[in-house]
């Protein structure tokens, strides 16, 4: 989980070296790690895709296009150009088994360095790059494989993918990513829960009120829409990285912080859920769509007028769920879901609120309807704050809410570093710990699935909320119920 060097050279081959994903994320992660030593010995990136480029062409492409991305803070022209000459291309069409001698011919030259093989192309190449790569003889006791999300849009098919990957590489070889948990805060709330006496009694039923998970976009769908509209907000958010942050919340103490440790509690956590029934699909989620409005002083198009939608698209952008953990430290405790598109602005932060107290001495109101709460954000800035009530300075016992800032990433500029950055150290290091395990991942599929069926067989039609709105009225009323709201209104 930390940044260190690399315990041998490696070959680090990204499959979709041209994409989006490689331009904007995965190349400046890799430049960052070898300005900070992490490329030891004559380790290489050797990226690969079907465009005819050279390897200038390559360069240049990466000039234009990745260069951009790293932080200007840590950008240095001469760093990036040593880190070029370790930067290879390879053309190949994945598709085609033959080609892949060109990568072997690569990769054959350095036969001591440690094969990272990262699939950043559709979930459905996925399959055919593992069966190449084993049947052209690249596939060695040190290879690792990291696969992007997602991995497939169920139960079945994601066993199917992971049938396939694992037929070329053992579990302890595969490191699925789900890019939430490279984030720092995420890391900082397993420091602060197990490093700490302090929340430990804190960290239950009695005493934690209820939990938020938000993951709100100001975007909309940009040039993904026929990807959206095949897959929703359930599937790509939830499925993954919402129940993933509600894990890290809700485990028991791991053993130890090594990779089986973490996922075993944390597919202790999933197999708790508590089963989506077609009753509580009805009662507990809510999805859906955006329509046109204003996002400031821009008008935004709805979601059904965006490029590559269906006119008729019962695809939700949006989706609420109030669910509970079936295990003695969270029985009764309500966990709340929810992610968005076109959305009022961008956030995702877990809010984990204190029960109030059981009577107030203060006569203001303020301290009457105070509540602590611990609000973890990810975005736009990566914190952790503890709010609670203080005396106000001068004043006769009046209170005041203050949060004190429990994350120091501002001093060390943590922010800095990417979650892209801290997976690709873990994924050089072979640490597993923030990657998710097959069982894991079929776990959240287990509990997913009976919400799109759900949603299928009773024409759950998505309900329409305003570009720039916070979704939904009745996304509120999950909350309502108990008479709590979401964490945003109530600022
Ligand atoms: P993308 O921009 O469409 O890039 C796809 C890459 O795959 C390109 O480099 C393309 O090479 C290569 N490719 C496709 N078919 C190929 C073939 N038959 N042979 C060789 N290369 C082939 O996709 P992306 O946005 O980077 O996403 C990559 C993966 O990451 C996807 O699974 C996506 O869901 C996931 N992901 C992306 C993001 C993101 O922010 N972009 C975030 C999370 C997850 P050519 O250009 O040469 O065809």
């Known amino acids: 989980m930390s940044e260190q060097p690399a315990p041998q050279a490696f070959d680090l081959v990204i499959f979709g070296g041209t994409g989006d994903l490689a331009m904007r994320k995965l190349v400046p992660a890799v430049y960052n790690i070898f300005k900070n030593g992490g490329m030891p010995g004559d380790s290489r990136l050797i990226a690969v895709a079907r465009t005819e480029l050279d390897l200038d062409a390559f360069h240049a492409l990466l000039d234009s296009d990745a260069q951009k991305h790293v932080h200007p803070d840590l950008f240095d022209p001469e760093t990036w150009a040593t880190f070029l000459t370790r930067v290879d291309f390879v053309r190949i069409d994945l598709m085609d088994c033959d080609s892949y001698s060109a990568l072997g011919e690569r990769l054959n030259a350095r036969p001591d360095n440690s094969r990272l093989y990262y699939l950043s192309t559709g979930p459905r190449l996925f399959g055919a790059i593992c069966n190449n790569l084993r049947a052209n003889g690249l596939i060695n006791a040190d290879s690792r494989v ?43 709330l397993i420091a602060l829960r197990f490093g700490n006496s302090l929340f430990e009694p804190l960290w239950r039923r009695g005493r934690i009120r209820d939990v938020q998970i938000t993951v709100a976009e100001e975007l909309g769908i940009g040039r993904r829409g026929d990807f959206y509209d095949r897959t929703g907000a359930l599937r790509d958010m939830v499925q993954n990285h919402l129940l993933q942050l509600l894990c890290i919340i809700a485990m028991e103490p791991p053993l130890s912080v090594d990779g ?44 059904l007028e965006e490029n590559g939608v269906d006119s008729d698209s019962h695809t939700e952008t949006f989706v609420a769920i109030k669910t509970s953990i079936d295990n003695w430290r969270w029985a009764g405790v309500p966990f709340y879901l929810r992610t968005g598109k076109r959305m009022q602005t961008k956030v995702s932060e877990i809010v984990i609120t204190f029960d109030s107290l059981p009577h107030s001495i203060f006569p203001d109101q303020v301290a009457k309807n105070a509540v602590n709460r611990l609000v973890i954000q990810l975005q736009p800035v990566e914190s952790i704050k503890l709010h609670i009530l203080s005396k106000k300075p001068g004043d006769a016992l009046a209170l005041k809410p203050v949060m004190l800032d429990l994350d120091l990433s501002q001093s060390y500029n943590a922010n800095y570093i990417n979650a892209y950055q801290r997976l690709l150290v873990d994924l050089v290091a072979g ?51 108990r008479g709590l709201s979401w964490h945003e209104e109530t600022l």
């Open 146 to 188: 990291a696969v992007e999300k997602p991995l497939g849009h169920d139960r079945e098919s994601a066993n199917e993918i992971n049938d396939l990957i694992a037929d070329a590489f053992e579990e302890s070889q595969i490191f699925r990513i789900d890019h939430y948990l490279g984030k720092e805060p995420v890391q900082n």
């Open 260 to 303: 089986d440790s973490i996922r075993d509690e944390k597919l202790k956590v999933l197999r708790s859920l508590r089963p989506m029934t077609p009753e509580r699909v009805a009662n507990n989620t809510v999805r859906g769509q955006y329509v046109s409005g204003s996002v400031g002083e821009e008008e935004a198009p709805g979601y």
């Open 431 to 481: 640490k597993q710990a923030l990657f998710m395990r097959r069982d894991e991942q079929d776990a959240a599929w287990a509990w997913i699935d009976p919400i799109i069926n759900t949603w299928r067989t009773h024409g759950v039609a998505p309900k329409p909320y305003r570009v720039g709105s916070w979704g939904p009225a009745a996304s509120g009323g999950l909350l309502g119920r």
